[in-house]
């Protein structure tokens, strides 16, 4: 996942007025979401089935707020999620950046909702 995370992280650094920025900074600048947030089932030391989407899937659904879920319409619901991911940090692991915590949004503990 790093390898991969890498090279979004090398295309970013290429984008003329964000030299002077780290990959995080870039990431919240540009609008986008790590490969890794993207992806979600790439974490070491899960079986096959835990990081499928039938185990995963209901996790991060439970995360979303009740408020979203109850959006009355699709793209309601795609513009509230937007904006809630917005807010939560994403810090993926790349070489040269540590975070002290997983970047995944199963593993975001209510502990973690004072940070946004």
């Given at each position: 996942m790093q390898m991969l995370e890498g090279v979004q992280r090398t295309f970013t650094s290429c984008i003329g007025g964000l030299n002077d920025m780290n990959y995080w900074e870039r990431l919240v600048h540009l609008q986008l979401m790590?490969?890794?947030?993207?992806?979600?089932?790439?974490?070491?030391?899960?079986?096959?089935?835990?990081?499928?989407?039938?185990?995963?899937?209901?996790?991060?659904?439970?995360?979303v707020p009740a408020a979203i879920k109850a959006e009355k319409t699709f793209d309601g619901f795609k513009v509230s999620l937007s904006k809630f991911l917005a807010l939560i940090p994403d810090n993926p692991p790349v070489s040269d950046y540590t975070c002290s915590w997983s970047n995944s949004l199963v593993d975001f503990t209510s502990t973690r909702w004072s940070d946004i």
């Open positions: 790590s490969l890794q947030r993207r992806r979600e089932s790439s974490l070491r030391n899960q079986t096959l089935y835990d990081s499928s989407f039938a185990v995963r899937g209901p996790k991060l659904w439970n995360k």
